[in-house]
């Protein structure tokens, strides 16, 4: 997360030159989408639930509004931060229902995670979201056994081969023991809806190496500490779960990067960096949390995320699903009130959507 005062300019005519002409493509999205659309700033945003644990459809279309306000490619609902692991399937056909009617037309791909425990159900999800007309799902091969590469490549040709009309990102994530090498993507790449991956990962130098060894299109799902020199080497976009906290931080490097001023936008980013150094892994050997923050590192990953969310006030996010324990409300006090001694300008505006100006784009694209 991120840094000084000067990004309260966010909305200004410098800092969105990047983006000042790239407009929405106002149109339907039921068509899937292609290696060519697979492109730009997706957004990863939390599920949101009530406190009784019920999905918060009001929250969720609030959010899937915000985000298109402030100029994202992309919405991918129901992944790793939206909780798939809790959601049954009416309760994510109903996400991808949300999420169909607030992206249509909008020139904004809705992306509905799709993951099950075995192939009829990773098919039942990701025909569920074709059907409804989204134009994506981001997916991955069933994750409790590992699969050998003739398995592996047998369950993608078999979800291609029943999903054709919706386009498919491989999930490449690192917390499931799955190999994916380049000769695997390139054994991908036949399938005619087959787009990419998401590489859920933190090994720069594999990701940079797909981008040459093969013909599918790898975004990074890593923005903390790459976002910048992503950019200067031509990524095709990236994932982010952080700008939906700081979204303002994130627009005003990446309005910089598009400018060309690489130096400028990793000396903006670097506050964000620390921030998510701080509060996600801790610094030091072993790794310390801010003390202030008590028994920050006794909650999971999913009940941290959305007590950031929760205190950075951009989405909303509720609470997050069992096995997850909610932080306590004393704690989540604690949290908003270190942020705003400690890093006050990382909080994005009230009005900062509002504020964005309409048509635009936060992923600048390289001049034809």
Not at 67 to 83: A, F, K, N, S, Y
Not at 146 to 156: I, Q, S, V, Y
Not at 201 to 213: E, G, P
Not at 276 to 304: I, M, Q
Request: proline share 8%; hydrophobic share 40%.
């Amino acid at each position: 997360m991120i840094r000084r005062s000067f990004l309260t300019a966010a909305g200004s005519s410098a800092g969105l030159a990047a983006g000042a002409s790239l407009k929405a493509a106002s149109g339907p999205s039921d068509a899937p989408m292609t290696r060519a659309t697979y492109r730009g700033l997706f957004a990863y945003p939390p599920t949101p639930f009530t406190p009784d644990f019920a999905l918060d459809e009001a929250a969720i279309r609030s959010n899937c509004r915000k985000l298109i306000r402030i100029g994202v490619d992309g919405i991918v609902m129901g992944g790793t931060t939206g909780e798939f692991y809790t959601l049954s399937e009416k309760e994510h056909l109903r996400i991808a229902e949300i999420l169909h009617e607030e992206t249509r037309g909008t020139g904004v791909a809705g992306v509905i995670g799709a993951t099950g425990l075995n192939t009829p159900e990773v098919i039942r999800r990701v025909s569920a979201a074709m059907e409804v007309g989204l134009p994506a799902a981001l997916t991955m091969q069933p994750f409790y056994a590992t699969l050998t590469k003739r398995e592996l490549l047998a369950f993608w040709r078999q979800v291609s081969a029943a999903c054709p009309k919706i386009g498919l990102i491989v999930y490449h994530f690192e917390g499931v023991k799955q190999v994916y090498t380049p000769e695997i993507f390139r054994a991908l790449a036949p399938l005619p809806n087959m787009l990419g991956s998401k590489e859920g990962h933190f090994d720069f130098k594999a990701w940079r190496n797909l981008q040459t060894a093969s013909p599918l299109v790898h975004m990074s799902a890593t923005d903390a500490g790459w976002l910048v020199e992503m950019h200067r080497l031509k990524a095709p976009g990236v994932g982010s779960v952080n700008l939906t906290l700081m979204p303002h931080v994130m627009r005003r490097t990446l309005a910089l990067c598009g400018e060309g001023k690489y130096e400028e936008a990793e000396r903006a980013f670097a506050p964000f960096n620390e921030f998510c150094v701080k509060v996600r892994s801790g610094t030091g050997r072993p790794f310390l949390f801010p003390a202030e923050l008590g028994d920050w590192e006794e909650y999971g990953g999913a009940a941290r995320g959305k007590a950031l969310a929760d205190a950075f006030g951009f989405l909303k996010a509720g609470p997050p699903r069992p096995p997850a324990i909610a932080l306590p409300e004393e704690m989540r006090k604690r949290l908003r009130g270190y942020i705003e001694r400690a890093w006050p300008d990382l909080i994005p505006p009230a009005d900062f959507a509002e504020k964005v100006p309409a048509g635009t784009r936060m992923w600048p694209r390289a001049q034809a």
